[in-house]
């Protein structure tokens, strides 16, 4: 079955900063949704990546799939504290849309100090 | 409604005893899902609906974990016979339909079996 590894498992930035997170996949990807959760709450959908290559932006966050689509990585420029929370990516290795078996990585959890 | 809503949003239970947890999807969304994310960790799988169709039910730890939508709309997730590994959060997730990969999640229900 699938796997997905996050990296780092925790990040503390300053304020300003720009920093990366990584999901690597044991198996080819066939759709990676990066979400955000705060605690107590849902996961929030953040962007899905299909092509290998793709790369999307939202204000300041971007996600990138590589080329083999088994990595991808989020970038947050210039953070501020509303990024703070845990980053979950997640996958489906069927390669077909509409596929309902989902798997998430363990998450990242960002802390950033003002 | 504005977005995926569950309740109780904190549950305490006494080992043994059953529990029923709510999910009341986006209106109009076909597809389901529920998830038990363990602290730590990435939601991991449950079950999925299409409509009042229960498709996969695979995730399912138990026999003591039951899930219905018997209307095609709101959702419930029973345990019976709760046990303390059974902490953790359930969270529900909808999508518009087959074939529309973004999920929505809910707040989840934090459950707590003492």
């Known amino acids: 079955s699938q796997e997905l590894e996050q990296s780092p498992q925790s990040l503390i930035v300053q304020e300003g900063k720009n920093l990366t997170i990584n999901c690597t996949s044991s198996k080819t990807l066939y759709g990676l949704y990066w979400y955000k959760q705060k605690y107590g709450e849902g996961l929030i959908f953040l962007m899905m990546l299909q092509k290998g290559g793709e790369e999307k932006s939202h204000e300041k966050i971007t996600a990138k799939l590589d080329e083999k689509k088994q990595q991808s990585s989020l970038h947050i420029t210039a953070s501020q504290p509303s990024h703070a929370g845990i980053y979950l990516c997640g996958a489906t290795d069927i390669p077909r849309l509409g596929t309902y078996k989902y798997i998430f990585g363990t998450g990242t959890r960002l802390k950033v100090l003002a | 409604g504005a977005g995926v809503s569950q309740s109780p949003r904190y549950k305490v239970a006494k080992r043994g005893q059953d529990v029923a947890l709510r999910c009341d999807p986006i209106?109009?969304?076909?597809?389901l899902f529920w998830y038990q994310q363990a602290l730590g960790q990435g939601p991991e799988f449950l079950t999925y609906f299409q409509n009042e169709a229960q498709l996969d039910k695979s995730g399912l730890p138990s026999d003591r974990f039951f899930a219905e939508r018997p209307e095609g709309s709101v959702s419930t997730l029973k345990i019976q016979r709760t046990q303390q590994e059974d902490s953790a959060v359930y969270l529900c997730a909808s999508r518009v339909r087959e074939g529309q990969e973004t999920q929505y999640f809910g707040p989840g229900t934090r459950l707590l079996v003492l």
């Open positions: 209106s109009g969304h076909v597809s």
